[in-house]
């Protein structure tokens, strides 16, 4: 029973240097999102994708791109990694729009770049 | 005005105390809410959800207000396993996202 399995746990990048993250959910949600949780800040949201083949941005896209590669999987990619973005990324998913359902989160990926 | 806001603690309370969190939030659109706990460097998970009329889960009681916009939490009896930030979350009709508050840290000591 894994729920949602995020791929890597912890990263250090350079500054400059591209990655993505993975995501991937086993419990049929239609909906998935990726928040970046910063001390004092709480989580704020990047990226969503209501429904497989949609995607919308959040509070916080800019430097950030994503891809929902089905209704499992949804990635985001860091095109030229910047020190702010140093944070832990979660990614979640939701039955439904997240209304009345509660998201399942992952464990996070702790990101660094220097 | 912030969406969701919380006190941010800590709260440091003995084991066997009750505690309360309030949490209060600026839409009247809103229509969802829930108690996340997070754990130190780990995912938040859903603690409970929050219904108009009220509801209790063992030691957790959560109420909502819909008239003045807040949220509360109740834990009974503490225990240290207690311990860990708790996030007011709530869903604004016609999205499909959710909202979180900075979250309020709970300390529960021997």
């Known amino acids: 029973n894994a729920g949602v399995t995020q791929t890597p746990k912890f990263q250090v990048l350079k500054t400059g240097q591209s990655m993505t993250l993975q995501c991937a959910q086993d419990?049929?949600?239609?909906?998935m999102y990726w928040y970046r949780q910063d001390p004092g800040m709480g989580l704020r949201l990047i990226y969503y994708s209501a429904s497989e083949g949609t995607t919308d941005k959040g509070e916080v896209p800019n430097g950030y791109n994503v891809s929902r590669l089905n209704k499992r999987e949804f990635s985001l990619r860091l095109e030229s990694a910047a020190p702010s973005q140093t944070s832990v990324y979660f990614c979640a998913s939701s039955e439904g729009g997240g209304g009345g359902y509660g998201y399942t989160f992952g464990s996070g990926t702790r990101l660094t770049v220097v | 005005r912030k969406e969701v806001e919380q006190d941010p603690g800590p709260f440091n309370v003995p084991e066997g105390a009750t505690v309360a969190f309030n949490c209060t939030y600026s839409n009247s659109a809103s229509q969802s809410f829930f108690w996340y706990r997070q754990d130190c460097r780990k995912e938040p998970k859903l603690l409970m959800s929050?219904?108009?009329s009220g509801n209790e889960d063992g030691r957790f009681t959560a109420q909502l207000n819909r008239a003045s916009q807040y949220i509360s939490l109740l834990i009974r009896d503490s225990k240290l396993s207690d311990s860990a930030t708790y996030l007011c979350v709530v869903n604004r009709r016609g999205y499909s996202t959710l909202t979180f508050g900075k979250g309020t840290m709970l300390l529960v000591s021997p």
């Open positions: 929050v219904y108009s």
């Open positions: 419990m049929n949600h239609n909906s």
